[in-house]
Structure formats: structure tokens, C-alpha cells
């Protein structure tokens, strides 16, 4: 399985960006897949997490009600859609694929991306 996360860039507090990250070398529907964000000089966070079937989703508190989560399983694709960003989200964000249920521990995903980054000026 490959995973290759893209559409990250700089934009301002209160802008919009959406990440894409495509998968391949496997069947995508058996994953749930999620997002992972690390800054420089922290820890690993939980962003978001997504079922197969796009039907449960969920989020880490500090991005809740800003972010969204989507899978499109005919194009093999998971989204994040972030909304009035802060600069406290700059960070490498990083998808994952985990071969069974949702998960918010990192430890439970079995294969990751590249990582895109993220940058909000304030």
C-alpha cells in the first residue's frame, strides 16, 4: 500500500485548505484511513479518522467543528477539509491507512504517507 498526501501550502489565519492523499497497491475499502499532524518540537496528533464506508467519522478536540473528513472509495482518495485555519495547525500532516476499525492511536495504522505541509500565518 502507497499512500501519497498532497495540498498543503501557506494561508492566512481564517483561510481554507483541503488535502488530498491517494492511495494504491491495495483494496481501499478495507482501510479506514485518518490524519495525523506533528509540528516541529511536538508530538504526534490526532487530527481525524474515517470508517471505510465514510459513515463514522471522527476528530481530535482541537479541530472539531473546523475540519472535515470525506473518502471517495471509487476514487481511492480521502480528503480533509480545513476551514478557519490557526496558526497553531501549522504542521506536516500526514495520512495513514489502518486495516480495520477507526482508530485515534496512531500505533493502530499500518501504513503512512509522505506527509504535505501546512503553514498559517497569523
Known amino acids: 500500500v502507497q499512500l501519497q498526501a498532497s495540498g498543503g501550502g501557506l494561508v492566512q489565519t481564517g483561510g481554507s485548505l483541503r488535502l488530498s492523499c491517494a492511495f494504491s497497491g491495495g483494496t481501499f475499502t478495507m482501510y479506514a484511513m485518518g490524519w495525523f499532524r506533528q509540528a516541529p518540537g511536538k508530538e504526534r496528533e490526532f487530527v481525524a479518522t474515517?470508517?471505510?464506508?465514510?459513515?463514522?467519522?471522527y476528530y481530535g478536540d482541537s479541530v472539531k467543528g473546523r475540519f472535515t473528513i470525506s473518502r471517495a472509495n471509487t476514487k481511492n482518495t480521502v480528503y480533509l477539509q480545513m476551514n478557519s485555519l490557526k496558526p497553531e495547525d501549522s504542521a506536516v500532516y500526514y495520512c495513514?491507512?489502518?486495516?480495520?476499525?477507526?482508530?485515534?492511536?496512531?500505533?493502530?495504522?499500518?501504513?503512512w504517507g509522505q506527509g504535505t505541509q501546512v503553514t498559517v500565518s497569523s
Open positions: 495513514a491507512a489502518n486495516e480495520g476499525v477507526v482508530s485515534r492511536n496512531g500505533r493502530d495504522y499500518d501504513y
Open positions: 474515517i470508517s471505510w464506508s465514510g459513515v463514522s467519522t
